[in-house]
């Protein structure tokens, strides 16, 4: 159980590489993930993946995502530096086939601010 985790077993930890986690929470739970995260490795650097699409066409999960959202939960913490967007429908059939016009996939690296 992912949060039962404490800081102790993950002391060592630089990097968090989030790939399909906050896209698989439910929205009501991403906030308390984020939280979890930054308690347990609050000195590692993190990046995300996530998906973004008009979640009302298609119900998750995976989630849609907004980056909105990733400065929601992260921003007062960390520097958000987007490394990569880019509409992947035409890679991903099962979405399309759902009636998604968009599917945006878009990578994250967030970097711990001093002092935060």
């Known amino acids: ?15 968090v590489y989030d790939r399909a986690a906050l896209i698989a929470l439910p ?7 984020a939280q979890h995260i930054m308690q347990l490795c609050p000195d590692a650097q993190q990046c995300i993946i996530t998906l973004d699409y008009q979640q009302s066409l298609m119900q998750g999960p995976p989630f849609a995502l907004s980056d ?3 400065k929601q939960h992260y921003q007062a ?4 530096r987007e490394l ?14 759902n009636g998604l016009p968009e599917l945006f996939q878009r990578v994250y690296q967030l970097t711990p601010k001093p002092n935060a």
């Open 1 to 15: 159980d992912f949060f039962k985790l404490t800081a102790m077993h993950l002391s060592q930890i630089q990097w």
């Open 77 to 80: 913490t960390y520097a958000i």
């Open 68 to 70: 909105d959202e990733i």
């Open 27 to 33: 929205k009501d739970m991403r906030a308390i993930y």
């Open 84 to 97: 990569k967007s880019a509409n992947i429908i035409e890679h991903e059939p099962r979405f399309a086939q």
